[in-house]
């Protein structure tokens, strides 16, 4: 596999990581009771981006890692994968 290739994959896995940790911990403002003038009473009170960011990264590579070994070692091929979801018949 290439790199740009691999460069590709690594960023949809991100993204798609990203949008499983924006929600974890978040109070909006209404929990917390003070609710800024203006905004959205569901709006996070304290949003922790650069920490999410960070766990994004980390859980994004960790993901890829697995990805990358079972690729690379064939520990699944396409047909299993086929087999699984039932597209190819046994």
Known sequence: ??????IAIYFIIWWVVLFVVLPWGVRSQQEQGTVTPGSDPGAPAIP??????????????AVFAIWYIVYTYRLIALDDLARLMRVMPR
Do not use: Q
Not at 1 to 6: D, E, G, K
């Open 48 to 61: 922790n981006l650069k920490r999410k960011l960070v766990w994004t990264t980390i859980v994004a590579a």
């Open 1 to 6: 596999m290439s790199l740009p290739t691999s």
